[in-house]
């Protein structure tokens, strides 16, 4: 059973409106949260984190949001740019260890 | 600067064949970790090290064997391919094993 998951597998949003990309996670040990991008033929990119001490971290365009309660979080793209289309994978670890549960992945494009 | 290289970039293996892919990185990281990508499933680690002349076992290791001789290579082998393994394969480095890890570009392996 996925203890990380990304219910949607593809998302297509228009050129300078919010992407919203969602993760939903099973194991409530999970403390450390990471959001990867990755271009074809590319390995995945490190983009954001957050620690579950926090709700929200932002970077740019880019915010992640943190709900313990739910087991959820979310990836937050304002605005969206074509250069954004690219499959964005959550991972979790557990006591911020050394090993990551990643999602399977949401295909974005953005439409210009 | 190259990061973490991964060689080959592409494979084909007939059943039974071994081969050995090679990771190598120049960051002077501690923590290396191989990794397994399949159609609608998360990066599922197989192996890791947490420094070098040690390795120890992720969520799939059936089949592959690991060696870390050098601080900065670290070698994922099959003995006897199966059709099972055609994937793609990452490997990743990191510091310490709580940060965000770097990837290769993946090694695409087919075994028919």
């Known amino acids: 059973d996925q203890q990380v998951k990304q219910n949607s597998p593809s998302l297509s949003v228009q050129e300078g409106r919010i992407s919203i990309l969602n993760c939903d996670y099973t194991n409530s040990m999970f403390d450390y949260f990471l959001w990867y991008k990755k271009y074809p033929a590319e390995g995945p990119t490190f983009l954001i984190s957050?620690?579950?001490?926090?709700d929200k971290n932002e970077d740019g365009r880019f915010t992640v949001f943190l709900n313990k309660s739910a087991k959820h979080l979310s990836l937050h793209i304002v605005p969206s740019q074509p250069g954004d289309s690219a499959v964005y994978f959550c991972?979790?670890?557990?006591?911020?260890?050394?090993?990551?549960?990643f999602g399977p992945g949401t295909r974005l494009s953005v439409l210009p | 600067n190259a990061g973490v290289t991964q060689t080959p970039k592409f494979r084909v293996l007939k059943t039974g064949q071994s081969m050995t892919l090679l990771c190598a990185q120049d960051m002077n990281h501690e923590y290396m970790y191989w990794y397994r990508q399949d159609p609608g499933m998360g990066l599922r680690l197989i192996h890791y090290?947490?420094?070098?002349?040690?390795?120890a076992k992720g969520e799939v290791p059936d089949g592959y064997n690991v060696s870390r001789l050098k601080k900065q290579n670290f070698l994922l082998g099959l003995e006897s391919a199966a059709p099972s393994q055609t994937s793609v394969y990452f490997c990743a480095s990191n510091p310490t094993g709580f940060q965000p890890q770097h990837f290769g570009d993946g090694t695409r392996l087919s075994i028919l």
């Open positions: 957050i620690s579950s001490i926090k």
């Open positions: 991972a979790a670890s557990a006591n911020y260890g050394q090993n990551f549960v």
């Open positions: 090290s947490v420094g070098e002349g040690t390795t």
